[in-house]
């Protein structure tokens, strides 16, 4: 039912906590397991503006391996699970890229923790999980996590 499950995630323990969850689809399904780091878009320049394009190819590069590094490491707890992981990393708008990546990786179903109540204030989604959810056209298992950071 499930062949692939795309997994974003931004590095932060709550965005982990829909792993376990991500492991047992993953196990039940024999499902391939498509995980997404999303970087920042480029920065906008004022017309007059001047950055080091070095310093900044070079942050950029660093922030990528360590984006790599980091979703290996979380590819490691999904053992023998998954049928397959897939690495990926993606810079740009947070939520057009999760679409972007299901559409482009044909995932069968979406998984990602939703922000739980902060600030004094109920807040049901995260921005970005709402984004999503407002967006995608297909499956999507939002894990509730109320987990501080």
Do not use: C
């Not at 490691?76 to 482009?104: H, L, M, P, Y």
């Amino acid at each position: 039912m499930y062949a692939t499950l795309l997994v974003p995630l931004d590095g932060s323990k709550r965005a982990e906590s829909a792993l376990p969850h991500a492991v047992n689809l993953a196990a039940q399904f024999g499902a391939r397991v498509v995980l997404l780091k999303v970087t920042g878009q480029a920065p906008l320049l004022e017309r007059d503006e001047v950055i080091d394009a070095a310093e900044y190819l070079r942050k950029r590069r660093q922030q990528e391996q360590e984006s790599r590094s980091y979703l290996k490491q979380i590819g490691n707890r999904f053992g023998d699970s998954a049928s397959d992981i897939k690495i990926v990393i993606q810079s740009g708008a947070v939520v057009q890229e999760i679409i972007r990546a299901a559409q482009t990786e044909k995932a069968d179903m979406v998984i990602m923790a939703s922000h739980g109540w902060s600030g004094g204030r109920r807040n049901f989604y995260g921005s970005v999980v709402s984004g999503v959810l407002n967006q995608i056209d297909r499956p999507l298992l939002l894990i509730r996590s109320r987990m501080a950071e």
